[in-house]
């Protein structure tokens, strides 16, 4: 009997201050979205790690400023499931448990990613396939790049100049 595999999801992810830097990732259905996390990261070549959260807002929403995540479903960083702080009424989703393929993408479907709640880099996530042919090495996978990443702390750099 032949092994069935995850099936392999790609995802669009853009700057969403500068939607022509993005970057395409394909990852496993049976990874999760932390994993996920980890390969926007390296794709954007950041070297200091932050908090994060990743936002699903409902279907059909059409929000838009700080109200599209009002209604929005949260999946966070696990420390910030652990501790929430005093200004959340409802349990945070912990993105490190959360797999990929429990979350009942379609293709065309939008999200959005924070990476730095200080900085607040916003990013906007389309899930481009659900089901593509698997390719040989590991995942996640960096399978595109367009634009060259901004600086992580771009002050910083311009003090250095």
Same mark, same amino acid.
């Given at each position: 009997?032949?092994?069935?595999?995850?099936?392999?999801?790609?995802?669009?992810?853009?700057?969403?201050?500068?939607?022509?830097?993005?970057?395409?990732?394909?990852?496993?259905? !049976?990874?999760?979205?932390?994993?996920?996390?980890?390969?926007?990261?390296?794709? =954007?070549?950041?070297?200091?790690?932050?908090?994060?959260? =990743?936002? =699903?807002?409902?279907?059909?929403?059409?929000?838009?400023?700080? !109200?599209?995540?009002?209604?929005?479903? +949260?999946?966070?960083?696990?420390?910030?499931?652990?501790?929430?702080?005093?200004?959340?009424?409802?349990?945070?989703?912990?993105?490190?448990?959360?797999?990929?393929?429990?979350?009942?993408?379609?293709?065309?479907?939008?999200? +959005?990613?924070? =990476?730095?709640?200080?900085? *607040?880099?916003?990013?906007?996530?389309?899930?481009? +396939?659900?089901?593509?042919?698997?390719?040989?090495?590991?995942?996640?996978?960096?399978?595109?790049?367009?634009?060259?990443?901004?600086?992580?702390?771009?002050?910083? +750099? *311009?003090?250095?100049?």
């Amino acid at each position: 009997m032949a092994k069935k595999t995850a099936p392999i999801y790609v995802v669009k992810v853009a700057l969403k201050d500068a939607k022509k830097i993005w970057r395409r990732i394909a990852l496993r259905g !049976n990874q999760t979205l932390d994993d996920l996390h980890e390969a926007i990261y390296d794709a =954007f070549d950041r070297y200091d790690e932050h908090l994060y959260s =990743f936002f =699903f807002p409902p279907e059909g929403s059409r929000s838009r400023g700080r !109200n599209r995540l009002r209604d929005a479903v +949260e999946y966070a960083h696990p420390y910030m499931v652990e501790d929430p702080g005093p200004f959340r009424d409802e349990p945070l989703l912990d993105a490190s448990q959360t797999r990929i393929d429990s979350l009942g993408l379609s293709k065309g479907q939008r999200f +959005e990613y924070l =990476f730095d709640w200080g900085d *607040e880099w916003w990013h906007e996530l389309t899930v481009e +396939e659900v089901d593509a042919k698997p390719e040989r090495g590991r995942y996640p996978k960096i399978v595109e790049k367009h634009g060259e990443s901004p600086p992580q702390y771009p002050d910083l +750099e *311009e003090c250095e100049e």
